[in-house]
């Protein structure tokens, strides 16, 4: 499947993130030598045009690609180890450079300078499209600026300790920053202003918004991951994994919370969030294993989890039932999974270079 669905291109160095541009229109992926890759999602041979279904039997098959794929675009090295990035604009990005500036990378792979700067390495970057907002930190200061730079504000410290990762609610109304052990909640509208504190046994590694802005969940930096609900503050922590959880992603469709880090898809309803040490919400999803899932992403509109394997292998399953779709057999560790808006798409990045973008046909998960 994954040879015929898939473009896929080798990279010289490891995939660690990956984004969709807001109009789903390019993907990009950050790379351990400090560029940054693009790939158009314009396919020129899609799986609609190679399927093929014989008039006498109605089996459906699909012929390989003929024509060889358009190279990838690769950006200038920007610093060393991957670039921070976020989309921002139709088919653009934001990237962090390694003297603290905040450059725009366009999807023809030129790179123009913004009015953002910091004084020190960029340790976190996100960007509301909704409300033109960027924020940035190095460590010690978290910034809001305007998408031309213009304004910048800098948020009161509201604690002690670095900051590891920032996020924007999907409405852009509000912003997270991870603090050692603790997620603070910033309102924008209007001032900025503290509404809430969330603390964790463990330090927070990233923060992932709910699609309603009701709950926040975050990979733990010594294994597991968090959760917490807004409206109250009240958090919960699921810690007995065998490897790192380093990706947490929110199903809409499922109401469901999944996470990598186990030998199989790990997830649960948010009927029964796993508070205050609530399991009952746990839904079996996908084959166990004897290999660690690296990274997952939740369907955008189907209640489907994609899971990467630390043995290069992609499976679909969809969200409390044991079936798995296997897309890709084997390969490099998976490293980065993300679906494009509207689902069409899933782009992983290995950790030996591999960048793959898997077009699905409009008839595969009916």
Do not use: Y
């Not at 040879?3 to 896929?8: F, I």
């Not at 920032?166 to 997620?183: M, N, W």
């Amino acid at each position: 499947m994954f040879d015929l669905l898939a473009r896929s291109w080798a990279l010289p160095s490891a995939v660690e993130t990956l984004e969709f541009s807001d109009d789903s229109s390019v993907a990009a992926f950050a790379c351990a030598d400090g560029t940054i890759a693009l790939a158009s999602l314009t396919d020129p041979e899609p799986p609609e045009s190679r399927v093929r279904v014989s008039g006498d039997l109605g089996q459906t098959t699909i012929r390989p690609r003929e024509k060889p794929l358009a190279p990838l675009i690769v950006t200038e090295r920007l610093l060393d180890g991957a670039p921070l990035i976020a989309a921002s604009g139709q088919s653009g990005f934001l990237a962090g450079a390694s003297d603290g500036r905040i450059v725009r990378v366009a999807a023809t792979g030129e790179i123009d300078n913004t009015d953002i700067r910091l004084d020190g390495v960029i340790v976190a970057l996100d960007h509301a499209r909704g409300q033109g907002l960027t924020a940035v930190s190095d460590g010690a200061d978290v910034v809001l600026a305007t998408a031309s730079g213009g304004t910048i504000r800098s948020l009161p410290r509201d604690g002690g300790g670095n900051v590891a990762a920032l996020g924007f609610s999907p409405s852009g109304r509000q912003l997270a920053v991870c603090r050692d052990h603790e997620i603070s909640i910033w309102t924008l509208v209007g001032e900025p202003a503290l509404i809430r504190t969330i603390g964790f046994p463990q330090a927070t590694a990233a923060v992932r918004w709910s699609a309603d802005s009701e709950w926040v969940a975050c990979p733990l930096a010594s294994g597991g991951f968090g959760v917490a609900r807004l409206a109250d503050g009240k958090a919960g922590a699921v810690s007995d994994f065998p490897a790192p959880a380093r990706t947490v992603s929110w199903s809409e469709r499922a109401d469901a919370l999944i996470a990598s880090g186990a030998f199989r898809i790990a997830a649960w309803s948010m009927k029964l969030p796993p508070l205050e040490g609530e399991t009952g919400g746990a839904l079996v999803t996908g084959r166990p294993g004897l290999v660690v899932v690296e990274a997952v992403a939740g369907h955008p509109t189907r209640p489907l989890a994609a899971a990467g394997f630390a043995n290069g292998q992609i499976v679909i399953a969809r969200i409390g039932e044991r079936d798995e779709l296997l897309v890709k057999p084997s390969g490099g560790a998976i490293t980065a999974l993300a679906w494009s808006a509207d689902g069409r798409h899933l782009a992983a990045g290995t950790a030996n270079g591999g960048a793959s973008l898997i077009t699905f046909p409009a008839q595969m998960f009916k």
